[in-house]
């Protein structure tokens, strides 16, 4: 997305919604308040706070439209990103008010049946009756609408994804009027080499101003590896997940967002200013430890500390 | 180093002796030779075995000289590394046969004194003395020399580290007679940003010939992404310790080098041929794990396995 003033990288903030899917246990409603109140103070500036599925499918996300409705009241600047699985559940993201829905497609449509139990066929039929309800709405109440390619770097289930077919789903999904695309490496299989090739194509074919997201895991320790590459080939955004909560529940060992405040202190000690500060973010990796008692967070800075003399990007 | 036939990243195994120093157990000679055999039979070019250091400082590396023996005797083609404090660690160096002479430098004074009881003078007197003795001996008998500026990014004592402090050091360690300076990041306070530019400096400075090492450690999570940062300024060596056992005992919290068998997935990943077969390192990580029963090793390839339809570097 368009980078807000001050900031060199988007953290979009993926906890609230892929860490909490992940987990069996239900956070209450309020902790979820609390815990998007205390990022917020940090300074995360996009969060993703839940996803409109059925509830019987997870009701861990029940709680979605509540939630939206409240972190806009109380957070108006916060950009506030759903999931959106079909159109059904886009308007009930429009109607609660969300500034960003994001509409996930796997690149393995064997991923895509078992993950939204849809073909490619049947998705880009619920994008474009999505981008049908977003043309109705007035420019302002407008929300951003990202295709969000899952599996992009390989699949569990199928193994290695050609470039070609990401490539090629990149192109429909423009075509068919989403804003932006992003590419998830949900199976934690993307190395650096690949994630500069694959970016680099997908803008060759439809322009780095509408792919400047990654979704990166860090199943197999690559994950910062990745977003350096990332980087490199002009990617402004990445999703992470406090304490490397998270994780898709219907990829097989697929666990393991990126963790928020590693890749924080990555990106600041590189001089890239996030708007976060590492000492409120903190503060809410607290809230959600509290929240979740027992459950495994994770991170490498949280254990040792900052550098003696760490200096945020000025 | 210059690259071994076939590879295109030299893997620097540094267990048996940065990550044997690090716990308090002594692994047993036979024990030593036998995780060792199985790097070797796993292919890796280079092992780090053993330290020239008073046995009552690191009685767990008071075997170097045999352990030295007995593996140029059943591995005349590994390249055998050893660290040595000074010239008399360097002429027991010689005696056994080693085929590289690390000695480590601190850029902090302060972390030197405490890690090494010299200053840098007394460092750059045993330097010209290792030099001298080395000029002694015929060119086929002549090992490697290499000058190890280790807290190059910073230290737990002194924080941050000006790059022309380790710019100078490098340039002296080169007039002094060393055929190479390596960089580690003792403190794990190192991020991708700075290994371009640290590196950069250096090479401009001693030529990228001169140096062409690094070792990282992971302290903070950023080991793998300073590997690719590295990558991109012609860095060709990177140290690693299987298992990620190890660290630096004198730098409080600088545990933790980077993992060989992460390293190892991501290189081959990106299609850099490291001659090194990940299911044989597996099984030298067994006999690691077998001598060292409770001790803990880390990496996050050898939990979530191989992704499917994996592929090393052709």
């Known amino acids: 997305m368009r980078l807000m003033e001050g900031i060199d990288v988007l953290v979009s903030e993926v906890g609230p919604r892929d860490g909490l899917q992940s987990i069996d246990r239900v956070m209450p409603t309020a902790a979820k308040l609390a815990w998007i109140d205390a990022l917020a103070a940090a300074g995360v500036r996009e969060i993703e706070v839940g996803s409109f599925v059925p509830a019987r499918l997870l009701p861990q996300l029940a709680d979605t439209g509540e939630v939206v409705r409240a972190i806009k009241a109380r957070h108006p600047a916060l950009h506030v990103a759903v999931l959106v699985p079909n159109a059904k559940g886009a308007e009930a993201a429009i109607a609660a008010g969300a500034d960003k829905l994001t509409l996930p497609l796997s690149a393995s449509e064997t991923h895509s049946l078992k993950n939204l139990r849809r073909t490619h066929a049947q998705l880009f039929e619920e994008v474009a009756r999505i981008v049908d309800l977003l043309s109705a709405l007035p420019d302002g109440k407008r929300p951003q609408f990202e295709g969000a390619i899952s599996t992009a770097f390989g699949c569990t289930l199928e193994g290695e994804v050609p470039d070609a077919r990401v490539v090629a789903l990149a192109e429909k999904l423009v075509?068919?009027?989403?804003?932006?695309?992003?590419?998830?490496?949900?199976?934690?299989?993307?190395?650096?080499?690949?994630?500069?090739?694959?970016?680099?194509?997908?803008?060759?074919?439809?322009?780095?101003?509408?792919?400047?997201?990654?979704?990166?895991?860090?199943?197999?320790?690559?994950g910062l590896a990745n977003v350096v590459a990332g980087l490199e080939v002009g990617i402004t955004t990445f999703d992470s997940s406090q304490g490397g909560l998270g994780g898709c529940p219907f990829a097989p060992g697929a666990s393991g967002n990126i963790v928020t405040e590693d890749l924080v202190f990555m990106l600041e000690s590189m001089g890239l200013r996030t708007g976060i500060d590492l000492a409120p973010l903190m503060v809410a990796r607290r809230f959600l430890a509290d929240a979740l008692p027992g459950e495994p967070l994770y991170g490498f800075m949280p254990d040792a500390g900052l550098p003696l003399g760490f200096r945020a990007a000025a």
């Open 175 to 222: 075509a068919l009027g989403c804003d932006e695309v992003g590419l998830s490496d949900t199976s934690g299989y993307a190395n650096p080499a690949q994630v500069r090739r694959l970016v680099r194509a997908v803008h060759d074919a439809i322009g780095p101003g509408r792919m400047t997201g990654l979704h990166l895991h860090n199943t197999r320790g690559l």
